[in-house]
Structures are given as C-alpha cells and as structure tokens.
T-cell receptor, first 116, second 112 residues
C-alpha cells in the first residue's frame, strides 16, 4: 500500500486566497483525521470522519475552515480566505476499526502551508 | 480531563548512549497509549502502543516502553541510540475511539 497520500506537499499563497489541501487515505480505512501542527500549539486535531461522515469538528478553528469527504478514498480541507496565521503543517491520518488496529493512526507526509 | 505531559522539550544524547523519554498521562480508565516519532519533514510514524497485558512493550527500531499505572507513566527507552534516532517523539493517549491526544513532543538531538 502507498500509505496516506497528501497533496500538495508545499503550498505558498497570499492572504485572502482560497487553499485546498487533499488527502487519500489508506484503502480500507474507515476513519480519516485532519491535524494541524505549529510550533506554538503543537499537534491539534481539526476534524475527523468515520465512513465519510464528519464525527467531530470541534477543533476546526473558525468558519474559514471546512472539510469534506465525498467518498472513502478522498478528503479535502479548505481554507477560505486564508490568513498568515494559518501557516502550519497540515497532516492527514487514517485508521481502521479492526480489533488489532483500533486507535492506530497512519499519517501522511503533511502539507506545509505558508500564507504571506 | 484527559491530558498527556512530556516534561522534556529537548534532550541531547551521545550516539551509543541510552535514551529515556518521559510521558505522564491523566486518564480515568485504562488508557490506550502510543509513542510516535517524527523525522524532519516527515509525518508521524507509530513506534509502539499499549492496550493491555504485558506492561513492557516492544516497538520498532529497537524502542521499548513501560506502562506504570501507579505512576501514570509510559516512558520510552532505547539502550543505544543511533544518529538516525534524531527526531521528535510524541506520546499520545486515546480519548475515545478514534481520537488521540498528543503530548507537546520531545526533540532528541544525537551527538557524535
């Protein structure tokens, strides 16, 4: 398996622009997580999905952030409009609710977002 | 409320020396505990996990961790570090199914 795939790996954009981050989870995994990592706040869970349905979005910082999972193999995290304080590394992770694998999350390589 | 504390922000260790990273948790029930490693520019990789049973858990890359309920700790150890072990290490506890709460991380620097 190729693991969790994220694109782009790096994104530089200007303040006010829309940014879309993409994630392809591991095939067969039914949970998908979006995290944000910054020096100041560490690793924060933004939202997670189970079977394509958002379960907990309490970590989404504000209405400028939205996430979708239209099918089991694709998810997006959108920021509109972007602001410099959104600069961070965004990780996608997936997991499977199997007996031996419960709770174990597999992380993608991350997208480094810079908003100027 | 559940919490995960990694008291050491930064540790420097000589290559070949032993390493121990501390993790303390606060959790009402039997915790599910994890250690992840993040190499520069990479995502997080699972080193090991504890669910139940033997309190000494073996992981990948020669790491092990010991769960001590009385001390609410899950410390990570390696007998002899290699330069490639330089990375950031995160302890995590599972809140409920699917949600992991991560500690702030410990940066490990390996000197020749």
């Amino acid at each position: 398996d190729a693991g969790v795939i994220q694109s782009p790996r790096h994104e530089v954009t200007e303040m006010g622009q829309e940014v879309t981050l993409r994630c392809k989870p591991i095939s067969g995994h039914d949970y998908l997580f979006w995290y944000r990592q910054t020096m100041m706040r560490g690793l924060e869970l933004l939202i997670y999905f189970n079977n394509n349905v958002p379960i907990d979005d309490s970590g989404m910082p504000e209405d400028r952030f939205s996430a979708k999972m239209p099918n089991a193999s694709f998810s997006t995290l959108k920021i509109q409009p972007s602001e410099p304080r959104d600069s961070a590394v965004y990780f996608c992770a997936s997991s499977s609710q199997g007996l031996a694998e419960s709770y174990e999350q597999y992380f993608g390589p991350g997208t480094r977002l810079t908003v100027t | 409320a559940q919490s995960v504390t990694q008291p050491d922000i930064h540790i420097t260790v000589s290559e070949g020396a032993s390493l121990e990273l501390r993790c303390n948790y606060s959790y009402g029930a039997t915790p599910y505990l994890f250690w992840y490693v993040q190499s520069p520019g990479q995502g997080l990789q699972l080193l090991l996990k504890y669910f139940s049973g033997d309190t000494l858990v073996q992981g990948i890359k020669g790491f092990e961790a010991e769960f001590k309920r009385s001390q609410s700790s899950f410390n990570l150890r390696k007998p002899s570090v290699h330069w490639s072990d330089a990375a950031e290490y995160f302890c995590a506890v599972a809140h409920s199914w699917g949600k992991l709460q991560f500690g702030a991380g410990t940066q490990v620097v390996v000197t020749p």
